[in-house]
């Protein structure tokens, strides 16, 4: 049942980030921060509810689960979801050739790997890593990176519309650099932390609604189980890194994956910008 549950679970977070990154970054980064706003409460709901029995809890979510099915199923218009999983692909304004179109969806999912295996490689390791640092709250000082990450995606829903994709990744990539560099001291891990947690906020939301601008949307699933699987490999790499590198593999990894996460971006950026027509250079 476990299996079952998680595979339900995978199809809601693909589905509803993928109908939010239709609307736009702004909606998309909206949707991740009430994931975050859950991902807080729910075991809180959970310890609220067990007293004798775990019963209560799973009743909850079959009803939870439940209603949402019945809402998005009134929600969502077939109609429309039908034309845009089917409109022609089309990067900057042209159309593309199939083999074009793979290595651009190709380049999003190795971004998605990026920021998803960073993302858990600090909220993985930040504990133990300001622990070697003699930190005196080192859990307290990785939960500051959680809650700038959720209230970095509520802020952001409400410009997220309004602002470049590939801006928003590039600064989100270059502070994560930054961020890495003050990793290294001990008395600066709140600042890197909080700073991370603010930058990482729009990354996710952006991605997809980029990808979703560009791609068909039926993409945006793959791109986020590239995503999944960054989460399992890049924070076991640190872990690799760990007793080799000691206080030092945390902020080179991030540093690590935040560079070539910079470099992708430039890359999309220069291949989705809008050509000239060969008549117009004549």
Do not use: K
């Not at 034309?83 to 971004?111: K, M, N, Q, W, Y």
């Not at 600090?122 to 080192?138: E, K, Q």
Request: aromatic share 10%; hydrophobic share 55%; charged share 5%.
């Amino acid at each position: 049942m476990l299996y079952l549950a998680g595979l339900g679970f995978g199809m809601l977070s693909a589905g509803f980030n993928t109908a939010f990154a239709q609307m736009g970054a702004g909606p998309s980064s909206l949707v991740n921060g009430l994931f975050g706003v859950g991902s807080l409460l729910s075991p809180l709901l959970v310890a609220f509810l067990v007293t004798t029995s775990y019963r209560p809890p799973f009743l909850l979510m079959s009803v939870l689960a439940a209603l949402l099915a019945l809402g998005v199923r009134g929600w969502w218009p077939p109609q429309a979801h039908h034309a845009r999983e089917h409109a022609p692909v089309s990067i900057a304004g042209r159309d593309t050739l199939v083999g074009s179109s793979r290595f651009t969806f190709l380049l999003f999912a190795v971004c998605f790997f990026l920021y998803v295996g960073m993302e858990a490689s600090i909220g993985n390791w930040a504990t133990v890593h300001l622990t070697r640092l003699h930190h005196p709250n080192p859990a307290l000082m990785t939960s500051l990176f959680w809650a700038a990450l959720t209230v970095g995606r509520f802020g952001f829903a409400l410009i997220g519309s309004r602002v470049g994709f590939s801006l928003v990744l590039a600064v989100g990539a270059i502070g994560t650099l930054v961020a890495s560099g003050l990793l290294l001291g001990g008395g600066l891990a709140p600042v890197a932390l909080m700073l991370a947690g603010l930058c990482f906020a729009p990354m996710i939301s952006t991605l997809f609604a980029w990808l979703t601008a560009v791609l068909p949307p039926r993409l945006a699933p793959y791109a986020l189980t590239s995503g999944m699987l960054g989460a399992a490999v890049l924070p076991a790499l640190v872990g690799w890194l760990l007793p080799r590198l000691g206080t030092l593999a945390l902020p080179l990894g991030v540093l690590l994956f935040a560079g070539l996460l910079l470099s992708l971006v430039c890359v999309l950026h220069w291949r989705l910008q809008p050509r000239p027509a060969l008549g117009a250079l004549r």
